[in-house]
């Protein structure tokens, strides 16, 4: 499997941008679909972005789309999630995550994920 470490979390207020970094070892990363989820209190776990084995598809949720980019480095097993115009209802634990599988999702219906390896998680808090 990979192993996955977050990190780029923190506190930065509504209409800001964060820049959420995820180191990938173990494995090699290339041979994965890596993307990312969030937990906000109260709440489930959802599918945040994801992005393809060469970054060449990327998927989103359609509550971030316009808002967030992702991106990978596999030279430097890297993954990056670019959070612009934040909302304080973005405010959540993000994990970073990887699989063989990409992300599914039925038309117009939301993305489903079955993720194999999970990150510890890093907290994002956007203030008003």
């Known amino acids: 499997q990979v192993q996955l470490v977050e990190s780029g979390g923190g506190l930065v207020q509504a209409g800001g941008s964060l820049r959420l970094s995820c180191a990938a070892s173990?494995?090699?990363?290339?041979?994965?679909?890596a993307g990312w989820f969030r937990q906000a209190p109260g709440k489930e776990r959802e599918f945040v972005a994801a992005?393809?084995?060469?970054?060449?598809?990327?998927y989103f949720a359609d509550s971030v789309k316009d808002r967030f980019t992702i991106s990978r480095d596999n030279a430097k097993n890297m993954l990056y999630l670019q959070m612009d115009s934040l909302s304080p209802e973005d405010t959540a634990v993000y994990y970073c995550?990887?699989?063989?599988?990409?992300?599914?999702?039925?038309?117009?219906?939301?993305?489903?994920?079955?993720?194999?390896?999970w990150g510890q998680g890093t907290q994002v808090t956007v203030s008003t």
């Open positions: 173990g494995r090699t990363f290339s041979y994965f679909v």
């Open positions: 992005i393809s084995l060469s970054g060449g598809g990327t």
């Open positions: 995550a990887a699989d063989r599988m990409p992300p599914l999702r039925t038309v117009a219906g939301p993305y489903k994920w079955e993720v194999g390896n």
